[in-house]
């Protein structure tokens, strides 16, 4: 018995993929997942070896998350902006050809995030392989030599990952001034001082003025 202005229940728990007299339900039925989770390894399997030494993956830019509720944390972005690329000392459309990920809509907003970016970019720079794109003996501005061609190996999952540093714990020795400083006291001294002290300055000006 439903009481009280409430929602009536209308969850509908016996839906299935048949005829009804309403017309035939429109209900996806998921039951190929295994397969499907199968199929996509062996495509991301047949591409990772057609492109082979090319990672997967593309660089990606640290941004911080949206919101004041996550925006202390940091994640991999999109892609790195026009500006970040360019104060790299690299155009968008050759940046593409590198594996490293340009999205044209990013704006920085601080210019401690875009140095960090800039500095990603150039640390990568200083690390990636690029491949002649014909076999020649001396090798273009900016194509690495026969020996790090050979020697290359293909890079699996993310490139760069973002490393977090793990919190240390330092042990101290406790003093007898530790032991008879009395904590809570301190801390409401303190709290009963900052309360007043916009009293007391205004007195103070009040005092010079006079």
């Keep these: 018995m439903v ?10 728990c016996h839906k299935k993929y048949s005829a009804s007299s309403r017309g035939p339900l429109k209900v996806k039925l998921a039951l190929d997942q295994a397969t499907k989770k199968k199929s996509r390894r062996i495509k991301r399997a047949a591409k990772a070896a057609a492109i082979a030494p090319m990672p997967l993956e593309k660089l990606r830019p640290v941004v911080h998350c949206p919101t004041q509720r996550y925006n202390a944390k940091v ?13 790299a000392g690299l155009t968008a459309t050759y940046a593409r050809t590198i594996g490293i990920a340009v999205d044209h809509r990013r704006r920085n907003l601080s210019a401690e995030g875009m ?10 720079l200083s690390k990636v392989v690029v491949f002649p794109k014909k076999k020649l003996a001396n090798p273009k501005n900016g194509d690495s030599g ?10 699996t999952g993310a490139i760069m990952p973002i490393v977090k540093a793990k919190p240390e714990i330092v042990m101290a020795e406790i003093t007898d001034e530790m032991k008879n400083a009395t904590v809570y006291t301190t801390m409401r001294v303190a709290r009963k001082e900052t309360k007043v002290d916009g009293f007391r300055v205004s007195v103070a000006n009040r005092a010079k003025k006079d």
Excluded at 3 to 12: A, G, L, W, Y
Excluded at 75 to 87: C, D, I, T, Y
Excluded at 146 to 155: F, V
Aim: proline letters at 5%; a positive charge; aromatic letters at 4%.
């Design 75 to 87: 994640r991999l972005g999109r892609g790195f902006s026009l500006e970040e690329v360019k104060a």
């Design 115 to 124: 140095q960090a970016n800039v500095d990603r970019l150039k640390e990568y």
């Design 146 to 155: 026969p020996e790090l061609t050979k020697a290359a190996t293909q890079l």
């Design 3 to 12: 009481k009280h202005n409430n929602v009536i229940p209308n969850i509908h």
